[in-house]
Antibody
């Protein structure tokens, strides 16, 4: 059974760096084709894809946020990380991680999400 | 970026009737027989759930009352007959190019 779980700081102040962790089980990022995405959703609003990382360390970012995003992985610990620098109130959202397979290009399993509030 | 426009933004459908949701892309997301368009269902307080992949392929475990169609720039999600548990917001998403984008969502209410 594939599961993913996000964790984060809950609340942080403007200009700080947001650090998120996605811990997963049921698949491995050492397996060819596997990938993990980060997607966010402000409360009551739509979904925004942020970034993904694949088994071979290939990474892509949403160009609208690229300068502020860094995605990385720890294959041995089954974890994927996302850092967002210089946060402001517009980064307040629920952040999801979701699995993808490079030959399929859709998000087949999602975590429950972690809520992040940026406030002074 | 490819813009996905969903319509309607909300709809109310009587129990047992048909719900039809449209998604229009700002450019084609199809090539040959493949359409890089997918549909998700999101219930309040839950993450999205994959329903339909590649425009018309039902994800494993999803009830057969859900179906998808379309190609190029115009896609449709149909639910028939609707059940109470189908109350949710539905999103389309393309995977044609980076960045992947989602439609604005369609909120479905069952009367």
């Amino acid at each position: 059974q594939v599961t993913l779980k996000e964790s984060g700081p809950g609340i942080l102040q403007p200009s700080q760096t947001l650090s998120l962790t996605c811990s997963f089980s049921g698949f491995s990022l050492s397996t060819a084709g596997m990938g993990v995405n980060w997607i966010r959703q402000p409360s009551g609003k739509g979904l925004e894809w942020l970034a993904h990382i694949y088994w071979d360390d290939d990474k892509h970012y949403n160009p609208s946020l690229k300068s502020r995003l860094t995605i990385s992985k720890d294959t041995s610990r089954n974890q994927v990380f996302l850092k967002i620098s210089s946060v402001d109130t517009a980064d307040t959202a629920t952040y999801y991680c979701a699995r993808t397979v490079i030959t399929t290009w859709y998000f087949d399993v999602w975590g429950a999400g972690t809520t992040v509030t940026v406030s002074s | 970026d490819i813009v996905l426009t969903q319509s309607p933004a909300s709809l109310a459908v009587s129990l047992g009737q048909r719900a039809t949701i449209s998604c229009r892309a700002s450019q084609s997301v199809s090539i040959s027989t493949y359409s890089y368009m997918h549909w998700y269902q999101q219930k309040p307080g839950q993450p999205p759930k994959l329903l339909i992949k590649y425009a018309s392929n039902l994800e494993s475990g999803v009830p057969a009352r859900f179906s998808g169609s379309g190609s190029g720039t115009d896609f449709t999600l149909d639910i028939h007959p609707v059940e109470e548990e189908d109350t949710a917001t539905y999103y389309c998403q393309h995977s044609w190019e980076i960045p992947y984008t989602f439609g604005g969502g369609t909120k479905l209410e069952i009367k």
